[in-house]
């Protein structure tokens, strides 16, 4: 990942929570190290997996000197945390699911844009639906979709509707530590924490594709029943703040 850094250039950070995913990581991984944005740091952390992600990794890890942890299992948000507040040194922060990949040029994109909007807090655009095969799935969508480019992602709007799919965002480091970081007492880690970036700062949609997104049986979107409840609490945990923001 050394070669052909530019130094001038932001540092991003990239964070992949690994769990169980051993047909799929080493395609996350390799749209990382690939990237055509080079100053990147990679941050792996296995989250407790009882496939063979444990050997594939150590196997990538040889080969790119990205940095790799194993811990016991922690959960999604938790491990997020860690790998962001303990290890990433960068400006901006993206990543990946462990089953999920990044379009080669995505971070140089959205670096380019960051640094063009310094009032901007994160920025975030679409991704393709693809099976197990890697193969896009056409008329699917994992989130939905932005209606208005201004109005979405404006707080009253992305509380109504959540636009936002995870793998194609990028964010200001130091306005995630502002926001307090992932939820760890939710399964809707990431919502929460787009509601705290819209309250507090500027999201910008930018109409292209950044990543792609894997759907199959084990997603956690599958769960309907417990997804529309920690929905409701996210809502609900924002009720005694609401009048600041509503005229």
């Given at each position: 990942m050394e070669q052909g850094k530019n130094i001038d250039e932001?540092?991003?950070?990239?964070?992949?929570?690994?769990?169980?995913?051993?047909?799929?990581?080493?395609?996350?991984?390799?749209?990382?190290?690939?990237?055509?944005?080079k100053n990147i740091e990679l941050i792996v952390i296995d989250d407790g997996s009882t496939d063979h992600s444990r050997e594939i990794l150590q196997k990538l890890q040889k080969q790119y000197g990205f940095i790799l942890e194993f811990q016991e299992n922690q959960g999604?948000?938790?491990?997020?945390?860690?790998?962001?507040?303990?290890?990433?040194?960068?400006?901006?922060?993206?990543?990946?699911?462990?089953d999920d990949f990044m379009m080669p040029d995505k971070i140089e994109r959205q670096v380019r844009y960051m640094?063009?909007?310094?009032?901007c807090s994160?920025?975030?655009g679409k991704v393709y639906m693809v099976d197990n095969d890697s193969r896009i799935i056409e008329g699917l969508a994992v989130v939905d979709p932005v209606e208005d480019p201004i109005k979405s992602v404006q707080f009253e709007g992305l509380i109504e509707s959540n636009c936002i799919p995870a793998p194609s965002v990028m964010y200001r480091k130091d306005i995630w530590?502002?926001?307090g970081g992932y939820n760890e007492h939710s399964?809707?880690?990431d919502w929460g924490l787009w509601l705290e970036f819209a309250y507090s700062g500027k999201i910008v949609f930018l109409d292209e594709y950044f990543a792609y997104y894997r759907w199959h049986g084990s997603n956690m979107t599958t769960y309907t029943l417990e997804m529309y409840t920690a929905a409701w609490e996210i809502v609900q945990g924002w009720k005694d703040r609401m009048p600041q923001i509503i005229e």
């Open positions: 932001p540092l991003v950070s990239v964070f992949v929570p690994s769990y169980n995913h051993e047909a799929y990581i080493e395609e996350c991984i390799l749209s990382i190290v690939n990237q055509t944005y999604l948000s938790k491990t997020l945390n860690k790998i962001i507040g303990q290890y990433a040194k960068g400006k901006y922060i993206t990543g990946s699911s462990s640094e063009s909007d310094p009032d994160l920025v975030f530590e502002k926001c399964i809707i880690e």
